[in-house]
């Protein structure tokens, strides 16, 4: 006679859902922390990501903090940064 364990497989699918993403995960940011992280981490990374969005202080235009050092190369009004004026 064998006893029958119940496997549960949705057991896993939830501790999965139970990371904590970055709020910038649907614009491609793949950080994860683990619930036991909590918001501390997640507010020194959300500080740190480099998915979020930022605005050119010269233009106004928005772009990924990532994609921010590409953009000033190309800024039609190159006013940030060192000794403007
Ligand atoms: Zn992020
Ligand atoms: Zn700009």
Same mark, same amino acid.
């Given at each position: 006679?064998?006893?029958? $364990? ?11 859902? $139970?990371?904590?993403? %970055?709020? !910038?995960?649907? @614009?491609? %940011?793949?950080?994860?922390? !683990? ?6 981490? $997640? @507010?020194?990374?959300?500080?740190? %990501?480099?998915? #979020?969005?930022?605005? %050119? $202080? ?7 903090? #990532? ?11 190159? !006013? ?6």
């Amino acid at each position: 006679m064998r006893s029958k $364990l119940a496997s549960q497989p949705f057991v896993q699918s939830m501790v999965w859902q $139970l990371r904590v993403r %970055c709020v !910038q995960h649907d @614009k491609g %940011c793949g950080w994860q922390g !683990q619930l036991g992280t909590e918001m501390r981490e $997640l @507010k020194a990374h959300d500080a740190a %990501c480099q998915f #979020k969005e930022a605005t %050119c $202080l010269a233009c106004n235009v928005k772009c990924r903090v #990532k994609d921010m050092p590409d953009h000033h190369r190309s800024c039609p009004h190159r !006013q940030f940064g060192i000794a403007h004026g």
